[in-house]
């Protein structure tokens, strides 16, 4: 009897929102019929809330943009090569260099192509952005490009 009960009252209470009326037979013998007061009447067309036009346009429904091919040109920003004259400040043969240039910035090269260098030696290299993420000692990744020994 509960149940039904429990039924019947959110039956009332959706009534009053402008949900159908559930008819008393399909619940069952024993529930009360509901009573006809609980359904609102009709709002008059003269009431500012049943106005027939929304406040916004309605909008269609959201389109799916999908890409209509490959990019036509580069998407990452590719920075450009830059010389650098430096300091070598520890002995290697790759694929990892440390340099500090004259006025003390710290760079970790990365080359594959095991050039030699000795701590101490003087060098101009040609930089550009590291293909690779690895770690080559502190200061900026950069990829070694070519190199040359400075007396």
């Known amino acids: 009897m ?9 039956t009332v209470a959706l009534a009053g929102c402008g949900a159908p009326a559930v008819q008393p037979e399909s619940l069952g013998s024993s529930a009360a019929p509901a009573p006809s007061s609980a359904a609102p009447a009709a709002p008059s067309s003269s009431s ?3 106005s027939a036009s929304p406040s916004r346009p ?6 799916d943009r999908r890409p ?6 580069p998407t990452d920003q590719i920075k450009t090569t830059a010389w650098v004259v430096g300091t070598v400040t520890a002995d290697s043969s790759g694929p990892c260099y440390t ?3 004259d ?6 090269l990365h080359s594959t192509a095991g050039t030699k260098f000795a701590k101490g ?3 101009r290299v040609k930089t550009a952005p590291a293909k690779v993420r ?3 000692g502190p200061g900026q990744l950069v990829e070694m490009v070519s190199s040359e020994f400075l007396r």
Request: contains cysteine.
């Open 2 to 10: 509960n149940g039904k009960l429990v039924v019947l009252a959110a």
């Open 48 to 50: 500012p809330s049943a």
């Open 58 to 63: 309605a909008t269609s429904a959201s389109v």
């Open 68 to 73: 209509s091919g490959p990019p036509k040109g």
């Open 99 to 101: 340099l500090t240039t």
């Open 103 to 108: 006025e003390g910035t710290q760079y970790a």
């Open 121 to 123: 030696t003087r060098v």
């Open 134 to 136: 690895i770690y080559c």
